[in-house]
Nanobody
């Protein structure tokens, strides 16, 4: 019923930049928060950044000043601009959205995840 398609991952040298995108489709009634999480090898999944419907943002301390989250509500898409990348940023990045979706003629809670996109920072 709901699909999150991520793109933009890849291999980049330290100090480089990447832009991740996550497009949401399906029986969406409304989207509240959109966010990015990541899981590095051997570590737990952690929050990277979130953005509310109104544009309020929240960042993990380890990305403040380097990453920027944004969203296009009309396109139901969230972006993550990543600059000054470090080897420790290497991880699978997942997008997440919450809100409400249509289920027949009623509404249900939406809490969905993308399939993940790999970001590798290495020289």
């Amino acid at each position: 019923q709901v699909q999150l398609v991520e793109s933009g991952g890849g291999l980049v040298q330290p100090g480089g930049s990447l832009r991740l995108s996550c497009a949401v489709s399906g029986n969406i009634f409304s989207i509240n928060h959109m966010g990015w999480f990541r899981r590095a090898p051997g570590k737990e999944r952690e929050l990277v950044a979130t953005i509310s419907t109104g544009g309020s943002t929240n960042y993990a301390d380890f990305v403040k000043g380097r990453f920027t989250i944004s969203r296009d509500n009309a396109k139901k898409t969230v972006y993550l601009e990543m600059n000054s990348l470090k080897p420790e940023d290497t991880a699978v990045y997942y997008c997440n959205v919450d809100g409400r979706l249509w289920y027949g003629v009623s509404l249900r809670t939406l809490d969905a995840w993308g399939q993940g996109t790999l970001v590798t920072v290495s020289s």
